[in-house]
């Protein structure tokens, strides 16, 4: 971890492009005003220090007209140059460019809440103390495309927040009631923070998130639900992988097709584990082979007698295409299509084997208690 | 360039002798408790602010102190607090701070003691009213003690909606109901400072020979009187949101929450104007007589009083550029925010000209009053960051604002009260205090000031936020830079607490004018009189003729303390003696 | 300023009785200035949400006791007219016309406050009131009418016209068969704020009218006592200053809360 300050701070976005060169200004110029005061006041202190006990004797100097205009007149002047480039700036970082694709980010006591075009959902960052289980295990960041504009709306549900980028040097009170816009356009790959800017409660310093700027494919496959971008390794919740899983919870699909025994577990599967499956070539029982595309995947759903992997016996259930539609198939087609080593939950009493089926197998005598993918 | 001189320098008259030390003065004129509860003399009760004021410095500055020790470490292993107990230190540091102590400070302290000796009156306008709102304050202030002991409260002192009507399990009504009672003080004492001022000028006292002081504190007291009511009706009507569960602040039923920061603010603004001017007011008077010169200036200094007071009215949204005001609103208030700045540029700038040619000494009170030109200076440039647009939008509620105003309102005012009462300390007690230990506390205060609050714009522009004791690994060199800048702060706060204490016990004597001032509060005995003078003054001249050696009487000036009697003002040569003032020469620049 | 030519109502620190009524004036004007400056708060609140919520303002203005408030506007209208009176009695050094014309005053201040404690009591009888109250009368009322048409429900008759309060049957009839969002929809929140700037704005008003009372009945007390004699007149007339004020207040308050919905009809 990073335990020190950079002397510049990162810059990560246009806004923070134009931010800098005028904070600069203001430092330079500021600074020159107050080195100025500072030398005359310190020349006066030396030069007219009281010395000797001698008389004292002093001009009596009452002002000078000419003096007060100018430096009434030149401050304003300088104050002018900020205002009008500080309006430049302002401007650009405030006027949302019309066709940005939209994420709607929700603000509440104490985490932030992202919501893409597509559904998509990401815990942005927070107090996990605040969150349900199911979002403590999708904390993720705020995927963004690079070189992009997005629009971002926000809403609270509760007190004002304010989303705070130092990376994009701009933040946006976040207030119940009413939507309120701004606009990014992130210029550097990376992730950053996202802070809390308004004071909310008790756990105000704990609503801390993350803005993860990636190239494009990787946004594209990130809205397709393939996951990993946003920094949580579960498919992102409302995406087409993320239903799948849902079904295929539902279908216990996970009581045979147990996660592979090189992901640590011990029990014998009684059917191939899914995990990386979709782009493989399988060997087929009776000669042949066929590559695990959507296609083989959604037949093997429906009717699975059709193909079965060499050394499986054909025992998969041929009812699953009454329990689904077309449109879930898709979906659980989707997570499969997702699924890499490691990832499949195991059963568990969270989502235990239908009546009947086998919880705990023993591995044959001399086998390992891997089954082939 | 044209300097402008006035007449010539009119011969002057003999400096007075030393008025004889009055067998009863105000202090010892009546004993007993009730003698002072029940005081209608405006110096006792400025000195009644006095005690309470520094007692409620104090708590501020402990909660200061537990809110800096626990930014000490980064996370919960390394804080001293839990998180809520955190959000009630700062939120009652700043409570405390700014509205027990900051808002009345000056003009509660120094203007009810010296506004009508500075005039030539016997007492403010309204002498029961001035006690009135010595109880009215203590009675809020009672009120918030309360409310913190009993848990306090964790909104911040800005107290914005929802979360303070609706959301905060903490004692926010008692508390807020405290500080709505103390903004009556508020007005209390800024209405008879205005009255005072406008009906009770002794004879040749006119507008343009009062003390600047006099000034600051009426453009200070028209902004208590117009200001301060608009935060008690915010303020009542958050307690009635709380209380009843439904009010106009509230989104479900079609309120706005942004509201609430639009009249809270347009007092709140103008409040640290209360807080600044009074203390512009002090830092004219003392380099005046510091470096034995007129002011430079002195109709923009006194309009620049003014000028602050009205403008700062218009510019409150400054604070809510990214609240959700419109875009046309952001600019506007921008653009009026440059304007109040100018004001305070040209005050710096005269105030620096004074100084020019001058005949310089730097005992306390010129050593605070030079700490606070460059303090004020730092913090009043920073400003200029948060009044810019597109710089705001970053560093708005970071570290960098927490900076900026410390080094206006701690930097800048606390260290004007400070020399206000190093200033004045011998003509309200009649005592010296210790000239090596006063000094050595304005550097140590200095030197603190600066190391606890520089690295906070570092902090700040990195983008650390306020109100954080969470905070990430990388800022926590800098809080610990700025804690032990705090540590340093702190004992030299303690030094003047323990020597203008012992002044009162073992400090030498002081005469009726130990610094050699032109004011018609030096005219009185040191401590004064009940009715301070004994026959009507009249005033003959401006108020700053240290160059020509008369005072507002037209009597000549006692030796001014100079390098050599470092210890001991209280004693020097008289008139005739070889720095007497009989012996100078008047030099006019042409 | 030698002691044996004082006034026994010149004060000490003021030098003539002349600087010290013209303090005393001045002192009262600023104070004015302060009240001013509180309502003003709550008044620009009010025509913020007046401004963007038109039409439920102007329905709950047009459900509060109107007759009250006339009757309450007389009252005042006339109390400051008596103040007067009482001013011209001090100058005069009429001492029975004085505390006639104070205690002529108080009285119409307290028949006020009378008549207010009486629209309280109706509004709350009716529960007209903001937060728990309102929601639930207003869902009685709303009961009946589930389900109906916009036209149904103008028809419809609530079998005893005063439960639920009349105030909610119009409500619920004018939402009846509407969404929110739709022409002529009041949504119930910002009635309910209304309702929020109403009790706020005459309490807070109530509360100067009570203390208006109080420094009335001083005056008496003053009077009574000798106090008040030709010279120190002014003591009434600082007071009367404060009085004046309270009334103004109300008559910009009063349009403002009473007549926001003249046009409409009233229960």
């Known amino acids: 971890m990073n335990t020190s300050l950079p002397g510049l701070a990162e810059r990560a976005s246009t806004t923070a492009d134009n931010f800098e060169p005028l904070f600069w200004y203001i430092v330079a110029v500021t600074g020159l005003g107050t080195l100025l005061v500072c030398g005359l006041l310190a020349y006066c202190c030396v030069a007219y220090r009281r010395t000797a006990r001698g008389p004292v004797s002093t001009p009596r100097i009452l002002g000078s007209h000419r003096l007060e205009l100018f430096w009434t007149v030149t401050p304003l002047l300088i104050f002018l140059t900020f205002y009008v480039w500080g309006v430049w700036v302002y401007d650009r970082a405030v006027q949302v460019p019309p066709d940005a694709p939209e994420i709607f980010v929700i603000g509440k006591q104490w985490m932030w809440k992202a919501q893409y075009p597509g559904g998509q959902r990401v815990i942005i960052g927070g107090n996990p103390a605040n969150m349900t289980e199911e979002d403590r295990a999708h904390i993720g960041a705020l995927v963004l495309p690079i070189n992009r504009p997005v629009r971002v709306t926000f809403i609270s549900e509760d007190v004002i927040h304010d989303f705070g980028v130092p990376a994009f040097r701009q933040k946006i009170d976040v207030i119940p009631g009413r939507y309120v816009s701004t606009w990014y356009e992130p210029n ?34 990130f809205i397709q639900g393939k996951g990993g971008a946003q920094g949580s390794p579960n498919p992102v919740d409302g995406s087409l992988a993320f239903k799948g899983w849902q079904h295929f919870q539902r279908l216990q699909c996970q009581s045979c097709h147990t996660p592979n025994a090189a992901s640590g577990t011990n029990l014998h599967p009684r059917a191939p584990s899914l995990e990386g499956l979709y782009g493989q070539t399988v060997p087929l029982d009776g000669g042949g082979s066929a590559v695990a595309d959507e296609a083989y995947l959604r037949e093997s759903i429906v009717n699975p007698r059709a193909k079965v992997v060499e050394g499986w016996k054909p025992v998969m259930p041929g009812n699953y295409e009454s329990q689904v539609t077309e449109e879930e198939l898709a979906q659980v087609v989707a997570y499969i299509r997702w699924l890499k080593a490691g990832q499949m939950i195991a059963p568990n009493d969270r989502a235990p084997a239908p009546y009947g089926a086998p919880r705990v197998t023993t591995p044959p005598a001399g086998s390992s208690s891997g089954g082939k993918p | 360039m044209s300097i402008i001189i006035a007449d010539e320098p009119r011969a002057f008259a003999p400096p007075p002798p030393e008025p004889p030390a009055p067998a009863r003065h105000y202090l010892n004129n009546a004993y007993g408790v009730w003698s002072w509860l029940l005081t209608v003399d405006h110096k006792r009760i400025g000195l009644l602010y006095l005690v309470s004021l520094t007692f409620f410095f104090t708590v501020g500055g402990i909660a200061a102190g537990l809110v800096r020790i626990n930014l000490l470490g980064h996370n919960a292993e390394g804080h001293i607090l839990t998180d809520d107990q955190y959000n009630r230190a700062f939120t009652a540091h700043g409570v405390v701070m700014l509205f027990l102590f900051l808002i009345p400070s000056i003009p509660a302290v120094m203007g009810n003691f010296f506004i009508p000796m500075m005039i030539g009156a016997k007492d403010l306008a309204f002498p029961k009213l001035n006690l009135a709102s010595w109880y009215v304050y203590m009675a809020g202030a009672m009120l918030l003690v309360w409310s913190v002991l009993v848990g306090g409260i964790d909104t911040g002192w800005t107290l914005y909606p929802p979360y303070s009507s609706r959301y905060s399990h903490t004692s926010v009504t008692p508390g807020v109901f405290g500080v709505f009672i103390t903004g009556f003080s508020s007005i209390m004492t800024g209405l008879n400072i205005m009255v005072t001022i406008h009906k009770m000028r002794c004879p040749g006292m006119t507008w343009g020979r009062l003390p600047l002081f006099c000034w600051a504190l009426y453009a200070t007291s028209f902004i208590q009187l117009l200001g301060t009511p608009v935060v008690a009706i915010t303020l009542v009507l958050l307690m009635a949101e709380r209380v009843g569960g439904v009010g106009i602040f509230d989104p479900a039923i079609g309120g706005d929450p942004v509201l609430f920061q639009h009249l809270f603010w347009f007092y709140s603004h103008p409040a640290v104007y209360i807080m600044i001017v009074p203390g512009m007011g002090v830092v004219s008077e003392i380099l005046t007589c510091f470096s034995r010169k007129n002011i430079f200036g002195y109709k923009a200094v006194a309009w620049s009083s003014v000028g602050i007071a009205v403008v700062g009215f218009l510019v409150w949204a400054h604070h809510m550029y990214v609240a959700g005001i419109s875009y046309y609103s952001a600019l506007l208030f921008s653009f009026l925010t440059m304007l109040v700045a100018v004001p305070s540029a040209i005050k710096v700038f005269n105030w620096t000209a004074t100084l020019y040619r001058g005949s310089i000494t730097f005992q306390a009170p010129m050593l605070f009053t030079l700490a606070f030109l460059v303090l004020f200076t730092v913090g009043g440039v920073t400003g200029l960051f948060l009044a810019t647009l597109g710089t705001d939008i970053h560093l708005h509620d970071t570290y960098f604002v927490v900076a900026h105003f410390h080094f206006v309102m701690v930097g800048g005012m606390v260290l004007a009260y400070m020399a206000a009462l190093h200033f004045w300390w011998p003509k309200m007690t009649g005592r010296m205090y210790s000239d090596f230990w006063s000094r050595a506390s304005a550097v140590i205060i200095f030197v603190g000031f600066f190391l606890t609050f520089v690295p906070q714009f570092v902090l700040g522009y990195h983008g650390m936020p306020r109100r954080s004791p969470n905070y990430l690994a990388e800022f926590q060199v800098y809080n610990v830079m700025s804690t032990a800048g705090a540590s340093i702060l702190g004992f030299g706060y303690l030094l003047p607490g323990i020597y203008l ?17 032109t004011g018609l509060e030096w005219q009185t005995p040191s401590p004064p ?3 301070n003078f004994e026959r009507m003054p009249v005033v003959v001249c401006g108020p700053y003729e240290y160059a020509i050696g008369v005072d507002q009487l037209g009597r000549g000036l006692p030796e001014p303390p100079g390098p050599g009697s470092a210890d001991d003002p209280a004693s020097h040569d008289g008139p005739t003696g070889p720095s007497g003032s009989r012996n100078k020469e008047t030099e006019v620049v042409g | 300023m030698s002691a044996s030519t004082h006034s026994p109502v010149l004060k000490h620190h003021f030098d003539n009785l002349e600087q010290q009524h013209s303090a005393e004036r001045l002192g009262m004007w600023m104070f004015l200035a302060t009240e001013v400056m509180f309502f003003s708060g709550v008044f620009v609140a009010y025509a913020v949400y007046r401004y963007f919520f038109p039409g439920e303002f102007q ?15 007389a009252f005042l209208i006339t109390s400051s007219l008596t103040m007067t009176l009482a001013i011209r009695s001090a100058q005069l050094g009429d001492r029975p016309a004085l505390l006639r014309n104070l205690l002529l005053t108080a009285l119409l201040g307290t028949a006020f406050m009378g008549f207010k404690a009486y629209e309280y009591a109706t509004d709350i009888g009716e529960k007209f009131v903001p937060g728990a109250m309102f929601r639930q009368e207003l869902a009685e009322a709303e009961g009946p009418l589930a389900g109906m048409s916009h036209e149904q429900a103008a028809r419809y008759e609530f079998p005893d016209h005063h439960h639920p309060a009349p105030w909610a049957q119009a409500l619920a009839k004018t939402n ?18 209304f309702l929020c700037f109403y009790y706020t704005m005459t309490g807070i008003h109530g509360v100067h009218i009570v203390v208006g009372i109080g420094c009335i009945l001083w005056l008496v007390q003053q009077a009574v006592a000798g106090k008040i004699p030709r010279e120190n007149y002014s003591t009434v007339e600082v007071v009367s200053l404060y009085w004046h004020l309270v009334d103004m207040i109300w008559l910009f308050l009063m349009p403002l809360l009473y007549l926001a919905g003249a046009g409409l009809a009233r229960h």
Not at chain 1, 191 to 217: A, W
Not at chain 2, 501 to 517: C, D, E, Q, Y
Not at chain 3, 176 to 193: F, I, M, N, T
Request: some cysteine.
């Open chain 2, 529 to 531: 009189t009940a009715f």
């Open chain 1, 188 to 221: 550097k790959l990376g992730v950053f923070n996202v802070f809390c800017d308004q004071y909310c409660g008790t756990e105000h310093s704990l609503m801390v998130g993350k803005i993860r700027v990636v190239p494009q494919d990787e946004f594209d496959a």
């Open chain 2, 501 to 517: 204490t012992l002044s009162l016990f073992f400090g030498k004597k002081a005469s009726a004018n130990p610094w050699s001032a």
């Open chain 3, 59 to 73: 329905f709950a203005s047009s459900q509060l006791v109107l007759w009250v408030a006339a009757l309450n506007t």
């Open chain 3, 176 to 193: 009846a068969g509407k969404q929110p969002g739709d022409a002529g929809y009041l949504s119930p929140g910002r009635v309910e704020l």
